[in-house]
């Protein structure tokens, strides 16, 4: 089973049909594979009340990663899981938790991490939209660093066993490219197999169809390799 985190980080999943495109053509190789998809809502997410929205505030993967795993743990109750083969997706603030569980968790054995965020006090500088940032972290990088490396991934980089495929866009502002260099670097340094691809002339969304193709294609492979039976 694949696990697909949502973006925002306030946003949620929702009943969609998935179109061959930027998001909808991964899960669907993945379905037509023999993959389960399983998209959480952990808390942070929109449908459950504002209380509920705000939890994750000063807490980036704390509360929402022991959210999914337990929803992974109710998963496995109603359908038949290879708790041995979880793979875990993620773009935005989704590839950050990628990143995150990468450092977190050795519960999966392959992991997709797009877009995402590896240190938040470098990101804070390099971001073109870091006003969104102050209500969940309570104050700027440069009054309150602490909980910016708290929360990033980096710092608890030599956690990281997982096999980690990357990929961003060249152009990207909201997570922008140097956060998965970072990211990726710190993978080899730590001897963790990883791959990255950076998309030529795309942003934040993946527009262009062969690039789209290069990251379904790139992460189907990677699921493959490392998730299914010998």
């Known amino acids: 089973m694949v696990v697909d985190v949502h973006g925002g980080p306030s946003a949620a999943s ?6 061959n495109d930027f998001r909808g053509g991964l899960p669907r190789a993945l379905l037509s594979h023999g993959y389960f998809v399983f998209y959480p809502n952990p808390r942070g997410s929109y449908g459950q009340g504002e209380a509920f929205t705000r939890a994750n505030v000063r807490d980036f993967g704390g509360g929402d ?18 708790d041995r083969r ?3 997706f993620g773009h935005s603030y989704g590839g950050f938790m990628a990143m995150w569980t990468v450092t977190h968790s050795q519960r999966f054995h392959a992991v997709v991490a797009g877009a995402g965020v590896a240190n938040w006090i470098s990101y804070y500088g390099e971001n073109g939209i870091d006003r969104w940032m102050i209500p969940f972290f309570g104050a700027s990088a440069y009054d309150d660093p602490a909980i910016y490396r708290q929360l990033s991934p980096l710092e608890t980089i030599k956690q990281a066993r997982t096999p980690t495929f990357i990929y961003v866009g060249e152009r990207d502002v909201e997570c922008p490219t140097p956060q998965s260099v970072e990211f990726w670097h710190a993978l080899n340094a730590m001897g963790v197999k990883t791959r990255l691809l950076i998309l030529e002339g795309e942003g934040h969304g993946i527009r262009k ?14 699921y493959d390799t490392y998730l299914k039976a010998d």
Do not use: S, Y
């Open 14 to 19: 929702t009943p969609a049909f998935f179109a």
């Open 209 to 222: 169809p062969d690039h789209v193709r290069q990251i379904n294609d790139g992460a189907l492979a990677w």
């Open 86 to 88: 979880l793979g875990l």
């Open 65 to 82: 990663l022991r959210d999914i795993l337990a929803g992974i743990d109710a998963v496995e109750k109603i359908a038949p899981v290879d």
